[in-house]
């Protein structure tokens, strides 16, 4: 059971909704869990037959790194608070297909690592929970830091599936050139409130990434 959830940046995560309401959430005793990343880099699902689920009987090697943005921007309207209720099931599916972890977080002065491929366990609870929002945003050093980390796994583990999940608000003053990375790979942005400055658009664009708006894979 999750933790009553609270207001503010700093809340207890609280559930999203990815399905796309009930229809999407339905599965057979002859399919497997749904498999979100994959399902959201294809975009948001309207019917059953677009969810990507894992199979039953043959499970693939994965990956999934994850980068947030935790600066001190992402305090409006809830911003990270509504993150931690889409990473809190991200988490969940995760765990329930074994794949393996990679946690970044841009924040502060220096972008820092959370785990390194760990499998997805209760352990992710706590760190969620107390995960706040301060600082400034490092985040082109986290995905310089995670593009070489990757390329390095990969040498290491030649036949893992690696996908690439990076939340933001896009709350940045100048976007440097990027290298995307050799991986599918979604950008969520998490900018809200009535006045936005719209920058992950471009930041997802440079990355090669597909672009979702959060409030698009919570809205029912």
């Given amino acids: 059971m ?7 940046a700093d809340a207890s995560p609280r559930p999203g909704r990815l399905s796309g309401g009930k229809s999407g959430a339905a599965r057979s005793g002859t399919e497997g869990a749904i498999a979100w990343l994959p399902t959201l880099l294809k975009g948001r699902p309207q019917r059953r037959a677009d969810l990507v689920r894992q199979p039953r009987t043959r499970r693939e090697h994965a990956l999934w790194l994850v980068i947030v943005d935790a600066s001190a921007s992402t305090r409006r309207h809830q911003a990270l608070s509504v ?3 889409v990473l809190a099931q991200l988490f969940d599916d995760a765990y329930r297909q074994r794949a393996r972890l990679a946690l970044l977080t841009a924040s502060g002065v ?25 600082g400034g945003t490092p985040l082109f050093e986290a995905i310089e830091e995670a593009g070489q980390w990757l ?29 995307g ?6 950008l969520i942005d998490i900018e809200r409130g009535p006045i936005r400055l719209g920058r992950a658009v471009e930041l997802a664009r440079q990355l090669n990434a597909e672009y979702r708006h959060i409030d698009a894979l919570t809205d029912a």
Avoid: M, N, Y
């Avoid at 999750?2 to 503010?8: A, L, Q, S």
């Avoid at 220096?110 to 301060?134: F, N, V």
């Fill in 110 to 134: 220096q972008a820092r690592w959370q785990h390194h491929g760990l499998k997805a366990g209760s352990a992710l609870q706590p760190w969620l929970e107390t995960l706040g929002a301060g």
């Fill in 83 to 85: 993150a931690k209720g």
């Fill in 151 to 179: 390329g390095k796994r990969q040498q290491r583990h030649p036949g893992e599936s690696q996908r690439v999940l990076i939340l933001t608000d896009g709350r940045v003053k100048d976007i440097p050139p990027l290298t």
């Fill in 2 to 8: 999750r933790p009553r959830p609270k207001t503010g």
């Fill in 181 to 186: 990375f050799h991986c599918p790979s979604l």
